[in-house]
């Protein structure tokens, strides 16, 4: 690609409908796949679960996806432009940190969902305002540096754990998982509705719809693998991220993925 071209180009997608909907596989996607490894492989939620906190499920687990994230953040910061493979399997690997770490959180370090929902949505705005005060912009169409980059990834990963954190807390209340499911997808459909219909901020809004698709993909995931006594399906925690993994590579072949503009970002004010 000329490099003029590539000037005018972000190294993150246009904001679509596909990507919208990849965006909530990948969140349910995280939620199952961390599941998996804390709960089911790495036995924290078992009789058999170990008691000291350094050998705890969470911890490790936050680990694992904390050094994939890292590295791939490092990948996507390399890249001289947009890749699909890659820029989705660095939110997939931030959706599965967020979910480990909001537990980490959560239960292990007994802060609660109520405490780490408030304490992680500290985090977020703080993120967005200092990235706003560095570069003047918090809009995607900023993100093809990278100081900006770096903001990005930092602020998305905040908002992963934090929807994990919200999902868990609104669902473990009297709505369960579906009604919470709802909840939050009629939340996100407000969003689109006050995109086109109002003048509120398009990059408000965006953070808004991105925050919100997490405990959304939260709840589903939670939905599919957790027992039938709790409101669940009880499916196979693998088999459910495999699935979902299946359906997101489907949509990235057959959708098109492009980079967004930086000039005149979809999300932009």
Do not use: C
């Not at 036995?43 to 904390?66: D, N």
């Not at 405490?115 to 169409?141: C, D, K, M, N």
């Not at 998982?177 to 997808?185: D, K, N, P, Q």
């Amino acid at each position: 690609m000329p490099e003029s071209m590539q000037s005018t180009l972000t190294k993150v997608p246009a904001v679509t409908l596909a990507f919208w909907i990849i965006k909530i596989l990948a969140t349910t996607l995280g939620e199952t796949a961390g599941d998996s490894v804390s709960m089911s492989w790495l036995g924290e939620t078992t009789a058999a679960a170990p008691t000291a906190f350094w050998q705890g499920g969470y911890l490790i687990g936050t680990a694992i996806f904390g050094a994939a994230l890292a590295l791939l953040v490092l990948l996507q910061i390399r890249a001289r432009q947009f890749n699909p493979w890659l820029y989705w399997s660095t939110i997939i690997a931030s959706t599965t940190a967020g979910t480990t770490l909001a537990d980490l959180a959560t239960r292990s370090l007994g802060i609660g969902y109520p405490g780490g929902s408030i304490l992680l949505f500290g985090f977020v705005l703080a993120s967005l305002a200092v990235w706003h005060r560095a570069l003047g912009t918090i809009s995607v169409s900023s993100v093809h540096e990278p100081k900006a980059e770096l903001y990005y990834w930092l602020t998305i990963t905040f908002s992963q754990t934090l929807g994990t954190a919200l999902g868990d807390w609104v669902a473990d209340g009297s709505l369960g998982y579906l009604g919470s499911a709802v909840i939050f997808g009629a939340m996100l459909a407000l969003i689109a509705l006050a995109y086109w219909k109002t003048s509120i901020s398009h990059v408000a809004l965006f953070w808004a719809a991105f925050i919100l698709t997490r405990p959304l993909g939260a709840v589903v995931g939670d939905f599919l693998d957790k027992p039938i006594a709790k409101g669940g399906l009880d499916l196979s925690r693998p088999l459910a991220t495999g699935v979902l993994l299946i359906a997101i590579v489907v949509l990235i072949l057959t959708t098109r993925q492009q980079a967004g503009s930086a000039d005149n970002a979809t999300a932009s004010d």
